[in-house]
């Protein structure tokens, strides 16, 4: 099967998605829109005109089995070729964008796809038209559980205080950094907040090992994938009540998730005390890489099925 695979950044759980459907045989050729993007600075209008005859050129060039269009923006541009079958993977910033034209396109392109995919049941709930829930994967072998005096020496923390990990830019206002100061100082227990961004992936399950408890304060979120990957490494989690961070740790020890502060307070509080870790691994059966592979495989091959021997929509639309 081969798939061209549309995207306007990769991200590491893309990247995961990818190689395990090329394990099971899936040639994929990646095609991320042009230009350069970074923190809230976007790309230009002109990178993205640049976007389509780069689609056309490829499909005309190579025989594609389907397009996948992952993330809401590049819909319109996957449905644009009249050729090939379309699957669309929205990723929840989409979705759930606070920019209203975005979330229109999302929506429009779950319509028109052959196949629409959600991560989550939150997503689920905000998306009217048939799809499929296929969690993102996550990486348990490279997120595990590591000894913490390792994973210290490793990341070069020396330190015998308890530590709670804030995992994102605190600069980032959504990501609210002066609430999780705030609950840790107002935490009776003798705990210290240290930050981690901007580190090569492969380096985060460190960090989380060394850590006493992942800290999320976050206004919103369509995820996050970090609740996932710590809960892989079973460190616990304190939360508020954001994208599929309850359904993910849902019934694991040693995990709060909830928008009240004192809650969140008595969370790390229990933590430091406890001293455990958590059991929040054995809640990821069932959504690693290669479950999300196989899921993936089956929503491709029900499609090609589908549209074997006659046009796609798409196809019809522009001999008309």
């Given amino acids: ?16 998605q990818i190689s395990a459907l090329e394990d099971r045989g899936v040639d ?23 976007y389509y005859p780069e689609i056309l050129s490829a499909v005309r060039s190579t025989e594609y089995d389907l397009v996948h269009a992952n993330y809401g923006l590049v819909a319109p541009f996957a449905l644009a070729q009249p050729t090939r079958p379309v699957v669309l993977t929205l990723w929840g910033t989409d ?25 989550s049941r939150t997503l689920s709930r905000e998306l009217e038209t048939d799809h499929e829930v296929i969690p993102f994967g996550v990486d348990t072998d490279l997120f595990r559980p590591i ?42 227990a003798d705990l210290e907040l240290r930050t981690v961004s901007g580190v090569d992936h492969e380096e985060i399950p460190y960090y989380m090992n060394a850590s006493d408890v992942l800290l999320v304060t976050s206004r919103r979120e369509s995820g996050p994938m970090v609740v996932k990957e710590a809960a892989a490494c079973n ?14 740790i849902d019934g694991a020890t040693n995990c709060v998730v909830s928008d009240d502060d004192r809650d969140l307070i008595d969370g790390l509080e229990r933590v430091v005390a406890d001293g ?5 691994r054995e809640a ?5 890489r290669e479950s999300l592979a196989d899921d993936l495989l089956g929503v491709y091959r029900r499609i090609l099925d589908r549209s074997e021997g006659r046009p796609s929509p798409r196809e019809v639309s522009h001999e008309i």
């Fill in 1 to 16: 099967m081969n798939v061209l695979q549309l995207v306007t950044s990769p991200r590491p759980f893309f990247d995961q």
């Fill in 28 to 50: 994929c050729t990646v095609l991320p829109v042009p230009g350069e993007y970074s923190g809230d600075s976007s790309r230009s209008p002109t990178d993205y005109v640049r």
């Fill in 95 to 119: 979705l759930m964008s606070q920019r209203g034209w975005l979330r229109s396109l999302s929506r429009y392109g779950a319509r028109r796809a052959d196949a629409a995919v959600v991560p």
């Fill in 147 to 188: 000894a913490r005096a390792e994973a210290r020496e490793r990341v070069g923390w020396e330190t015998d205080r308890p530590i709670a990990l804030f995992p994102y830019d605190r600069t980032r206002s959504v990501k609210d950094f002066p609430r999780a100061r705030r609950l840790v100082e107002r935490a009776d």
């Fill in 235 to 248: 460190l616990p989690i304190v939360s508020t009540d954001v994208g599929f961070v309850r359904e993910t």
């Fill in 276 to 280: 455990d870790r958590s059991d929040a």
């Fill in 284 to 288: 990821l059966d069932g959504i690693g």
